[in-house]
């Protein structure tokens, strides 16, 4: 028979799993993805990273995967990228692409 889970370690997880929702539904803001993409297109770019303040990975977040699953219907590419910050902590940005046309190739 299984050990029942210990009150203390419910209780950490769910509210580990609170924060994550709370930071991912600021992130994954659809009017602020929007924004957000559109001000890097006007800015000349064909990609947006979108991270979270803290190291955190957002990726299993009812709100990322709900942006994710948005952005695709759109056409744009997306990618879970991770990265090690300056503490050694690992972070899950998402990466953006919608890949303009270049107007003279780069020689």
Do not use: N
């Not at 303040?53 to 977040?61: A, F, H, N, R, V």
């Not at 990322?64 to 744009?76: H, N, P």
């Amino acid at each position: 028979m299984k050990s029942p889970v210990p009150p203390l370690k419910i209780a950490l997880e769910q509210s580990t799993r609170e924060a994550l929702e709370v930071a991912a539904a600021a992130l994954f803001d659809p009017d602020g993805v929007k924004h957000a993409l559109l001000r890097a297109a006007g800015e000349g770019y064909d990609t947006c990273t979108f991270a979270p303040e803290k190291p955190l990975d957002l990726s299993q977040t009812p709100a990322a995967q709900a942006i994710v699953e948005r952005l695709t219907k759109e056409g744009l590419e997306t990618e879970w990228a991770r990265r090690t910050t300056p503490d050694g902590k690992t972070a899950v940005d998402l990466v953006v692409r919608w890949g303009t046309r270049r107007i003279a190739p780069v020689s």
